[in-house]
Nanobody, 121 residues
Framework: QLQASGGGLVQAGGSLRLSCAASGYTSRNYDMAWFRQAPGKEREFVAAITWNSGSKYYADSVKGRVTISRDNAKNTVYLQMNSLKPEDTAVYYC????????????????WGQGTQVTVSS
């Protein structure tokens, strides 16, 4: 099971660090990703990281502002978000990659409840 946390209300230009903790299994052998979903919109890819942190992938909309990382000893994946914009407002989810394209939500499993990020202008 995956539990995302760290969301909150922040002003535009601010920062947040999201965490995704795995329980009941070890996530260190799996590529992981963050997605987000704003009200009335489809779930959108944000960032992904391979199991050994060897490769990282970012959506164009967040590139340069967001950094994904992981600590396999803690079974946790992080998303550091800087220079936040109102359009970053969404529920953020983490998930486990099952294969295929990293950008495709259909290639992930283990979706948790997510954590709300709200950016005020």
């Amino acid at each position: 099971q995956l539990q995302a946390s760290g969301g909150g209300l922040v002003q535009a230009g601010g920062s947040l660090r999201l965490s995704c903790a795995a329980s009941g299994y070890t996530s260190r052998n799996y590529d992981m990703a963050w997605f987000r979903q704003a009200p009335g919109k489809e779930r959108e890819f944000v960032a992904a990281i391979t199991w050994n942190s060897g490769s990282k992938y970012y959506a164009d909309s967040v590139k340069g502002r967001v950094t994904i990382s992981r600590d396999n000893a803690k079974n946790t994946v992080y998303l550091q978000m800087n220079s936040l914009k109102p359009e970053d407002t969404a529920v953020y989810y983490c998930a486990v990659f099952t294969g295929g394209r990293h950008y495709d939500a259909d290639n992930y499993t283990g979706w948790g409840q997510g954590t709300q990020v709200t950016v005020s202008s």
